[in-house]
């Protein structure tokens, strides 16, 4: 008997994935046409609705005037005095030593930045810009003690200690502190002071954070803020600076290049973390000058202080600070080195700069 011979695979099948995947290549094609037809600047500047669910913060609360959107706030929670009266927790219990007979030093910005956090055109209430990465320390990073320099309304210290880290913070700003951190301050979690002369001992913190804040320092202030970043740390320095003055000209005073920052670092005893800079630091290669995506570019820095850079915008939508707080239509880019905000600088305590706590 003959043995039968094979039937030929059905075409039918084959015919129906051929015209899917014509029809998936179809669809990314309008895709980029439409995402590369939006360039015209006021498209890049025009804001976009707040996305996610989150509480409002207090009732009758106003911003400008206005009474904030619930949907553009989101409250950490963190009972401090639930979480000291639990015998487990060490972060609780963990004080970093201070200095003997400190006293907090005048700053001439702390009038400017009390208003910047309470008076009528002000900071989000609640606004976290450093929460939004601090998972990926968490994840990347062995530590227990950490400082967060210039916290602002304290919301990363609660975030920390959410975690089971043993955080504090410092800030200018006195009455931020007041309204937004009381707790947070009564604690001895948070105080006023100025990151130019900390309270703190030497190798305090396993890690030191810090959320766009060095930007806001004055030129004559650089080297004593880093000094004293490197000092009260034991090992790790992780912080995002600002490095554009898109809409913030009067406020970013201290405005350099990547290379200038390093070397301010590297100077003090510190130098960077290439391996944990990479995992962090996101790029953006396809923005292409010539075909009009790079938008509102600007010269920043000063020639001879680091020398001059360029800033353009972009359309990348990204949510900024905590998830849900503030979804944004463009961010800022570098093109020279292709880094969109936010601009990270990560640093390890020089082993020889370490002295005995």
């Not at 004080?95 to 007979?101: D, F, I, S, W």
């Not at 606004?127 to 990363?156: H, K, S, Y």
């Not at 936010?342 to 370490?354: H, I, M």
């Amino acid at each position: 008997m003959l043995a039968s011979k094979p039937s030929a695979a059905p075409v039918f099948p084959l015919r129906r994935l051929a015209q899917g995947c014509t029809a998936l290549i179809l669809a990314y094609c309008i895709f980029e046409l439409g995402r590369r037809s939006s360039t015209a600047p006021q498209s890049l500047l025009a804001p976009l609705p707040t996305v996610g669910k989150a509480r409002p913060v207090a009732a009758g609360l106003t911003h400008g005037g206005d009474a904030l959107d619930a949907l553009s706030q989101v409250d950490v929670e963190y009972d401090v005095v639930a979480a000291m009266k639990k015998p487990s927790n060490a972060a609780a219990k963990w004080t970093p030593a201070r200095r003997e007979g400190f006293k907090a030093p005048e700053n001439s910005n702390a009038e400017l930045y009390d208003q910047m956090w309470t008076g009528k055109h002000t900071y989000r209430r609640n606004g976290c810009w450093a929460c939004r990465f601090a998972p990926d320390i968490v994840a990347r990073l062995p530590f227990e003690t950490v400082l967060d320099a210039g916290t602002g309304n304290g919301q990363m210290v609660r975030w920390m200690r959410m975690h089971g880290k043993a955080a504090f913070g410092v800030e200018l700003s006195q009455a931020v502190l007041d309204r937004d951190a009381p707790d947070l301050l009564e604690a001895g979690f948070v105080e006023q002071g100025s990151l130019t002369d900390l309270p703190y001992q030497d190798n305090q913190f396993d890690l030191v954070v810090s959320g766009d804040v060095l930007e806001h320092i004055l030129p004559e202030q650089a080297d004593d803020v880093v000094s004293e970043l490197v000092r009260v740390s034991k090992r790790h320095i992780v912080i995002s600076i600002s490095l554009k003055s898109h809409g913030n000209e009067r406020l970013h005073t201290l405005l350099r290049p990547r290379h200038w920052w390093e070397a301010k670092f590297q100077k003090h005893g510190a130098r960077p973390n290439r391996a944990l800079f990479w995992a962090l630091q996101e790029k953006q290669v396809r923005f292409s000058r010539d075909k009009g995506e790079l938008e509102s570019c600007r010269q920043e820095g000063v020639e001879d202080d680091g020398g001059k850079f360029e800033v353009c915008l972009v359309k990348l939508p990204w949510l900024m600070g905590i998830p849900g707080m503030d979804y944004r239509q463009i961010r800022t880019i570098t093109p020279a080195n292709a880094e969109v905000e936010p601009w990270f600088f990560v640093f390890t305590k020089d082993a020889s700069t370490v002295k005995a706590a």
